[in-house]
Each structure stands twice: as C-alpha cells, then as structure tokens.
C-alpha cells in the first residue's frame, strides 16, 4: 500500500523560498503510470491545488502560483518535491502531497494523501 | 477557471440518517467531478471519482449522482465517523478546484 510523508521546513521567513518533499513508500514513483500533486489549505479554509508532475516528467501550475512555484521528481530517492519562492504570509497553509490516478476511461483523481504539513509564513 | 459551489455550507444530522451534499460548477464539466471526506486534522479521503464510481474501500452508504453543471453526495445510515467536512472537485480542466466545504455536524 502506497504511503506518502510530506517533511520540510515548517517555519520560512516572508521574501524567502518554501522547500518541502515528499517521500513515497510502498511503491515505486516511476511505475504504474501514476502523477503527483500538491494541494494546500490554510488555516480554517478550503483546499487549493498548486500543481501535478505527470509521469512523463511535465508540469502543469495553478496560474496564480506559475511564477513562484516548481515541482520536481527524483527518481533515485523515489520522492517529488515542492519549491516555492518569494512566500508571503498568505502562503500559510497545511500542504499536503497527493497521489494522481486515472481509470481506463481517462477520470483521475487524487487517490493517495500525505498528512500534511504545517508550514507558516513569519518573521 | 470552474466554480465549484456547495450546498448547503453546513448541516447537521443525527447516526442513522440520510444526508445529500450538492456541489454546482459555474460550467458543464460531464462526469468529471470527485468527493473527499475530510475528518478534522486529518488529510482528505477520495470517497467517489467520475460522479458516481465509488472507490475502492469505501462503505457502500456514499454514492454520487450528477453530470453537466449539478451533482450529489448522497450518504444514507450516517455513522460517527461521517460527521466531517465534504468537498467536490472538477478534473474537467486545470486549474483543478474544489467547492467551499460542506460542514456535517451531530445534531
């Protein structure tokens, strides 16, 4: 069974860059034709996606973020990665990584969640 | 980008009843719409994918009807664990969105 564990920095300072990874357990990043996302929600709010990393290694951003955001893959460590740049406070969230299926008709859906991590935007 | 609108924010229900969630997208999306269950301080869970299809694991009380601009999630037999928060999501088009939440509280 696929597990998923966010780490990184939980406090960044504002104008700073936001780095965070995520670990894949029980399976392997590359296979099953799989992608991967980030979704974040801040305190007491709803969710937002930031962006997927498709298998075929491109990437697609929400378009609010596209300039400050990168996702990335290693395959070596089996893990993706979240950067994002220029943080205000306002990036204050839970972010969490996500596993991205697709059914045979072409559906997907994020099937696999992470637990999240806190990161705070402060001085 | 898609609006997604839920109703109603909030409810309250007892265990044992039946509940429906809506979920309304500001454009015709077919049967690209998902919904998450979300328990406090934990993660979503992927309840029902493509408008209907439950996934795997999940109680067979969820089910989700709907296609074009109107869905629904209907759970029948609330358990404890039901009460949490509820959203939809297209995957018609990027940028992906969510509804608001709906909020299902123990009368």
């Known amino acids: 069974q696929v597990q998923l564990q966010e780490s990184g920095s939980g406090l960044v300072k504002p104008s700073q860059t936001l780095s965070l990874t995520c670990a894949v357990s029980?399976?392997?990043?590359?296979?099953?034709?799989?992608?991967w996302s980030w979704i974040r929600q801040p305190p007491g709010k709803g969710l937002e996606w930031i962006g997927f990393?498709?298998?075929?290694?491109?990437?697609h951003y929400h378009p609010s973020l596209k300039s400050r955001v990168s996702i990335s893959v290693d395959n070596s460590k089996n893990q993706f990665s979240l950067n994002l740049s220029s943080v205000t406070a306002a990036d204050t969230a839970v972010y969490y990584c996500?596993?991205?299926?697709?059914?045979?008709?072409?559906?997907?859906?994020?099937?696999?969640w992470g637990k999240g991590t806190t990161v705070t935007v402060s001085s | 980008d898609i609006q997604m609108t839920q109703s109603p924010s909030s409810l309250s229900a007892s265990v044992g009843d039946r509940v429906t969630v809506t979920c309304r997208a500001s454009?015709?999306?077919?049967?690209?719409l998902n919904w998450y269950r979300q328990k406090p301080g934990e993660a979503p869970k992927l309840l029902i994918y493509?408008?209907?299809s439950l996934q795997s694991g999940v109680p067979s009380r969820f089910s989700g009807s709907g296609s074009g601009t109107e869905f629904t999630l209907t759970i029948t037999s609330l358990q404890p664990e039901d009460f949490a928060t509820y959203y939809c999501?297209?995957?018609?088009?990027?940028?992906?969105?969510f509804g608001q939440g709906t909020r299902l509280e123990i009368k």
């Open positions: 999501q297209q995957s018609y088009g990027t940028p992906i969105t």
């Open positions: 990393i498709y298998h075929s290694g491109s990437t």
């Open positions: 996500v596993r991205v299926a697709t059914d045979s008709r072409s559906y997907y859906f994020m099937d696999v």
């Open positions: 493509a408008a209907s």
């Open positions: 029980g399976g392997s990043i590359s296979g099953g034709g799989y992608s």
């Open positions: 454009q015709r999306i077919a049967t690209y």
